[in-house]
Structure formats: structure tokens, C-alpha cells
């Protein structure tokens, strides 16, 4: 049972380059979410889906988009990478109803120059 | 929206002894949960301890334990017998019962001195 799988874990991009950052569960689990970690701020909601189709925005989604095609993998797109997406990024996954934890994928380091 | 505030940036305890990390939170929701997460230097989060808000009695996990006080919104943890592998950033995180987002705090970055 591998959990939440994150990749890459470092990622060096220049301003304008796109890329995606993959997750993956194997937890059958309905949420999924995306958070970014910077200093000083705690983890900051970025989007979430609650089941295959469904997405929504979280408290900083600009310069991100998400999709949710299966209930397994919920990636995020940098489209035009800026340096202010200089950051770390959390993967997480949980069930949606009950007060169970989440779980979250082993973080990417991204730095945009 | 919920929100979340940790007043301590930073905290140190010498090892053995114990040290409080303080949360208050806001929230409409009158079923919710609570969690604090650990961030060591390996960047991992694990999880902690967890709260029932429904839930009088305050959860425990070995040397962590809870004091949930709901009318005040307060939720903060408490680390007995502090190990040198406590040395981590500690994060608040309250869970909506019918929207399932996590919200986190600003975090304490927790130094067990020898």
C-alpha cells in the first residue's frame, strides 16, 4: 500500500515554463487536495476535488489548474510558472465524510528562476 | 471561512521536560475535527493527535495530549518528556465536518535542546 505518491521532489523551472506536478492514492479515498507551503505561512489551500469531475478552488488557486479524471490521480499545472510558485507543494488525500486524517504525498520542492 | 492561529512562531524546551504549543480557531461548523501535524526537518507531515469536537474528553497519544476547550476555540498540545526527535514544526489543522478541508495554521517550529 504505497499511500499518496508525489513526483517529482525537486523541480527548477524558468519563469514561463509549464509543468505538472503528479499525485497519486491508492486509498480509494474521495478527497484529494493540493497545498502550497512558504515561510512563515502554514500550508495554503490551492484547489481540492471531492470525487472524479469535480474541482474546486481553494484560498490561492491563480496560476494553477487542476482535473480529476479518476479517483487515483489529481494533478496540478503550473501553465506559466512565475516566481512567486517558488514554494513547496503537498499533495494530500482523505475520505470525504468522518473526522479521519489526511494523507499527504512527500512534498515537491519548485523553484522558479 | 475558518481560521487558524498559532501565537507561538517559535518555542524551545530542554529534553525531558514539557512544553504546550497553543491553536485558536474559528469556525461555523458545529461538527468538526481537529488535528495537529508534525513537519520534521524531512519535510513528512505526520499526524499527531486528533480531536473529536463532539467529543468531550481530550484525546490522548502516549506523551502528546490535547486540552480542546470548544466554547473558547481553543485547542492546544501538549508534548510530555520531550525527545530530541520532537524537533519539528507543529501545525494546527481544523477539518470542516461537511466540507472536508483541512486549514492550517502558521505553524510552531518546536527545538528540543539536550
Known amino acids: 500500500n504505497a499511500g499518496v505518491t508525489q513526483t517529482p521532489k525537486f523541480q527548477v523551472l524558468k519563469t514561463g515554463q509549464s509543468m505538472t506536478l503528479q499525485c497519486a492514492q491508492d486509498?480509494?479515498?474521495?478527497?484529494m487536495s493540493w497545498y502550497r507551503q512558504d515561510p512563515g505561512m502554514g500550508l495554503r489551500l490551492i484547489h481540492y476535488?471531492?470525487?472524479?469531475?469535480?474541482?474546486d478552488q481553494g484560498e490561492v488557486p491563480n496560476g494553477y489548474n487542476v482535473s480529476r479524471s479518476t479517483t487515483e490521480d489529481f494533478p496540478l499545472r503550473l501553465l506559466s510558472a512565475a516566481p512567486s510558485q517558488t514554494s513547496v507543494y503537498f499533495c494530500?488525500?482523505?475520505?470525504?465524510?468522518?473526522?479521519?486524517?489526511?494523507?499527504f504525498g512527500q512534498g515537491t520542492r519548485l523553484t522558479v528562476v | 471561512a475558518q481560521t487558524v492561529t498559532q501565537s507561538q512562531p517559535e518555542m524551545s524546551v530542554q529534553e525531558a521536560e514539557t512544553v504546550t504549543l497553543s491553536c485558536t480557531y474559528d469556525?461555523?461548523?458545529?461538527?468538526?475535527?481537529l488535528f495537529w501535524y508534525k513537519q520534521p526537518p524531512s519535510r513528512q507531515m505526520i499526524l499527531v493527535i486528533r480531536?473529536?469536537?463532539?467529543?468531550?474528553q481530550n484525546a490522548t497519544e502516549n506523551r502528546f495530549s490535547v486540552n480542546f476547550q470548544k466554547a473558547a476555540k481553543s485547542f492546544s498540545l501538549k508534548i510530555s518528556d520531550s525527545q530530541l526527535g520532537d524537533t519539528a514544526m507543529y501545525f494546527c489543522?481544523?477539518?470542516?465536518?461537511?466540507?472536508?478541508?483541512?486549514?492550517f495554521g502558521k505553524g510552531t517550529k518546536l527545538s528540543v535542546k539536550p
Open positions: 494530500a488525500s482523505l475520505i470525504f465524510q468522518g473526522g479521519t486524517e489526511a494523507f
Open positions: 480531536q473529536e469536537a463532539y467529543k468531550q
Open positions: 476535488s471531492v470525487g472524479a469531475g469535480i474541482t
Open positions: 489543522a481544523p477539518r470542516g465536518g461537511s466540507q472536508g478541508n483541512l486549514i
Open positions: 469556525t461555523s461548523e458545529n461538527n468538526y475535527y
Open positions: 486509498m480509494n479515498h474521495e478527497y
